[in-house]
């Protein structure tokens, strides 16, 4: 497909097919990038709306899957033959391995801002470009 205008992308996309478990459906990532997804799925969104759902990697462990749970913003939305195609900007995500029934291995949210960073650049003011 030829694309008009400018590529604002910022990091290369990986094109995979990822099953994703939403809060009220599931859906198919079309493509993969450090910093986003674009998910196909049967869900209505707008442009926005905040967006929590979980990436499964089937095959990265010979004998469970892998869960990547991703929370974002919605950037852009398609629709295309009764589907809806959602761009969503990823702004923290955490692993959890599942190592035998009813264990998990978790790694707290990275990339989103904790509660005392939310609050401490509250006190402070914009971050500057120094960091």
């Not at 990265?60 to 950037?75: E, S």
Request: glycine share 12%; net charge negative; proline share 6%.
């Amino acid at each position: 497909m030829h694309r008009f205008g400018l590529d604002r992308r910022r990091a290369q996309r990986f094109w995979v097919e990822l099953f994703v478990e939403l809060e009220h459906e599931t859906g198919i990532t079309r493509d993969v990038s450090d910093g986003g997804v674009f998910i196909v799925t049967q869900g209505s969104f707008s442009p926005g709306d905040p967006i929590e759902f979980t990436l499964v990697f089937e095959h990265l462990h010979p004998d469970y899957p892998v869960r990547l749970q991703c929370r974002g913003h919605v950037v852009r939305v398609e629709q295309n033959d009764g589907k809806t195609g959602v761009a969503v900007a990823i702004t923290g995500y955490r692993g959890a391995m599942q190592n035998n029934p009813g264990l998990w291995h978790q790694q707290e949210f990275k990339g989103g801002p904790s509660d005392e960073e939310s609050n401490r650049s509250q006190r402070a003011g914009p971050p500057s470009d120094n960091r």
